[in-house]
């Protein structure tokens, strides 16, 4: 199994990378498990007072259980993915199945912050994108997919989420064995991860 960690900050276009390299290599073989699935279960904590919980801190993470899941992956088992409700701040109690794929994308904020992540990984990647390009990105994401008002998504983006990327999430970059500029959009960059992983599978085009 090849395990990439693909990190970056919210809205650098990480989702969109990792589609593109399991379009390329075949989604039949790739599996792209998001870290956005393993935020913690907020139910025991009243409506209100999640609100005011900080979720771009690594705390908010299990990250434990997410190297559980790719330990068990490696070991050929299937896991059960958690599903999370973002509107509520909570896993919703159901599962997705998740088959350990020849090739496994682990994608997030902080796919790059944890040691004990970064020691499964066989290639890091970080996806670095504008701040203001990101911001806008997020803006539209939370309020059409994550029901968020303009206003809680301005005050959150100010109030924690640039102050954690900063301290978190930019300083990841380091342990990056590639960096993507422009995320998404960098066709080339991508076509060198494909590549490399074909060349390491032993496959070819």
């Given at each position: ?190 076509r060198v991860i494909v590549e490399y992983i074909f060349r390491k599978m032993g496959k070819e085009k």
């Amino acid at each position: 199994m090849f395990i990439i960690g693909i990190g970056g900050g919210t809205g650098s276009g990480k989702t969109t990378v990792a589609k593109k390299i399991a379009e390329y290599i075949g989604e039949d073989i790739c599996g792209i498990l998001p870290m956005d699935n393993y935020y913690r279960d907020m139910s025991h904590i009243p409506l209100e007072e999640r609100r005011k919980y900080n979720y771009d801190h690594p705390d908010m993470i299990e990250h434990t259980l997410l190297l559980e899941h790719l330990k068990q992956l490696r070991e050929g088992k299937t896991i059960k993915l958690p599903e999370y409700d973002f509107a509520t701040y909570t896993r919703t109690g159901n599962f997705i199945e998740f088959q350990p794929y020849p090739v496994v994308l682990v994608e997030g904020i902080f796919a790059l912050y944890y040691p004990e992540l970064r020691d499964m990984y066989d290639l890091a990647v970080y996806v670095d994108t504008e701040n203001d390009v990101r911001f806008i990105r997020r803006l539209e994401r939370d309020i059409k997919e994550r029901g968020r008002t303009l206003d809680s998504v301005v005050n959150q983006y100010l109030n924690t989420v640039k102050p954690m990327h900063d301290a978190y999430v930019e300083p990841t970059k380091k342990y990056a064995d590639i960096i993507i500029p422009r995320g998404g959009f960098n066709e080339k960059a991508i076509r060198v991860i494909v590549e490399y992983i074909f060349r390491k599978m032993g496959k070819e085009k």
